[in-house]
């Protein structure tokens, strides 16, 4: 792996500065920086080359076709997913749960269905589902947590019923980090011939994901959390499940032959791609999965594995910080409160320390309920932080108890 | 006093300070100082949610003025709380209504102002000023607008 100056070299933001001290970027959670060969590839779509994809005779149009399926191809191999047609690109993962929620809804859900879900899901994986099942006459069923934060996999499998149609957990939890027995949870519900969906908005970033050895039946991510552009993410789904749901929005691009009377939908992927998707970030998308690659994901997860270790090391030394997701599997994700401060005011404090951190609820208000707060403050690491960071953020936590007491 | 003598009056006191260390060690005592509201009114009714943090604010007119309680759950909130209850409390509903309020980015606290940090002080603000439209509007005692 690249040494760790140089990794830090290839992201322009992290050399800035925020109130006159070095930007300390510990949010990557909510949206992760941008290595400089993702910008340029973006750049190149609109200086070089830009035309709409699928559509023209043309030149640019073809180029630009060539590249987004270049890119679709390079998140196929990426997740490692057995056909082109099974990677939908979409507006990120709250996009692409949006889209199974419904097309799946519909095409399987009758009343009094059951849909299974964690308690550690963002809203992005539960409010889909409730809509969907308000409109369907189903219910929503959860896997219950322990205090470390981690599903009861024995209450799971109670919760399995002739009844349940789908499970739809994250891979990792995006409040308190912790990894989910995802190839548990998959082969107990295929037992029982259920399909899952796996939100990977929290997983994909932090190692080797493999959708044909996890053997998921949907997979989700943003582009935006794994380096890449906002506004792009992937669906990926069997081709089983792609051909039998409808569609989930019409429109261009997405049809076969249209008339007043009837529409016939296109091929897989394009029958879920209505309308201009957006290529330019999908490109964008297929630079930063080759930038990860190139790092090296096996690589990643081992840095990624010491900062948690340390972070939580440091953290833990502080007199009246309390950390929540306390799972021995984890992605290098730490949230916390200390003693009776409220975690804004932490956040507010360090953020003018030109640390960035996320505090509330990290749309995630089930799992705060379960831990009877308001909320936390959220320390979220990828490879490109440093040991040197979190010994800042360690003294930084203890000036924000000496303000406060 | 007029409203704007104190807006001015906190600025002062807060340019005294450049470290911003320092201006936020003032806002904790502030919020230290705050008459705390009576518990029994922190309810839903007087509760103005905010992702980040929650605000409690109640009034009370007597006809002329309009006093306001308030508390909120996160100390640097509870500091402009104090600090919008100073200028604005005890005014009349003309005043209040009138009222640019224009310390805040002054004392260069702007950012706790912004609609997206979620934190209960923008639709304080607004409540505030609802409040007084409301009792103009029916120029009469009680608080059960």
Redesign the interface.
Known sequence: MKDISEIRADFPLLSRKV?NKPLIYFDNGATTQKPMCVLDAVREVYTNYNGNIHRGVHAMSDMTSEAYENAREKVRSFINAGKREEIVFTSGTTGSINAVAFSFGERYIKQGDEVILSTLEHHANIVPWQMMCQRKGAVLKVIPVNDNGEILFDEYLKLISPRTRIVAISQASNALGTLLPVVEIIKAAHAKDIPVLVDGAQGIQHGIVDVKSMDCDFYAFSGHKIYGPTGIGVLYAKEKWLSEMPPYQGGGDMVDKVTFEITTYNELPFKFEAGTVNYAGAIGLGRALDYVSDLGRAEISVREKLLLDYATRRLSAVKGLRIFGNSQNKISTISFLLKD?????T???LD?MGIAVR???HCAQPVMDRFGI??TVRVSMCFYNTLEEIDTLGTGIEKVIN??S | MTINEVQDIIIDEFSLFDD??DK??LL?DMGKELPVIDPKFKIKDYLIEG????VWLRPEFDGKIIRFSADS?????RGIVALLIKVLSGRTPDEIIGTELYFIDRIGLRQNLSPTRS?GLLSMIRQIKLYAMAYKARGQSGHDV
């Open positions: 109130y401060i409220h975690q804004y005011d956040g507010m404090i003018k505090t509330g609820t308001d909320g303000m406060f | 911003w260390m936020y060690n904790i992702c980040q943090s929650k759950d996160a100390i640097i909130t934190n």
